[in-house]
Nanobody, 119 residues
């Protein structure tokens, strides 16, 4: 069974920092792009940041200069460091990855982790 397992969400005050991690586990052959999405109540899921297997990154304009995505290919793990957090960053954050596995090739999703920015 292939899973993306997220950790690191929680409650933080405005201006604070939080780090998320996501590990892909199971019978994985290869991983291409990995990314983080978020979905706030009443809003559509949106891309926050993505990173290719070669390390090229892409960020939503709203998080540029504040968030940093990184990955360790040997660990099948992607990270999201979030600094200078704002209340509007509050959302459920989902990890995603384009995986080739024993079962199929396609997009896999994590279960989501809540990030709440509030004083």
């Amino acid at each position: 069974q292939v899973q993306l397992v997220e950790s690191g969400g929680g409650l933080v005050q405005p201006g604070g920092s939080l780090g998320l991690s996501c590990a892909a586990t199971g019978s994985i052959i290869s991983i291409d792009t990995m990314g983080w999405y978020r979905q706030a109540p009443g809003k559509q899921r949106e891309l926050v940041a993505a990173i290719t297997s070669g390390g090229s990154t892409n960020y939503a304009d709203s998080v540029k200069g504040r968030f940093t995505i990184s990955r360790v290919n040997a660990k099948n793990t992607v990270y999201l460091q979030m600094n200078s957090l704002k209340p509007e960053d509050t959302a459920v954050y989902y990890c995603s990855g384009r995986l080739s596995t024993q079962y199929r090739a396609g997009i896999y999703w994590g279960q989501g982790t809540q990030v709440t920015v509030s004083s």
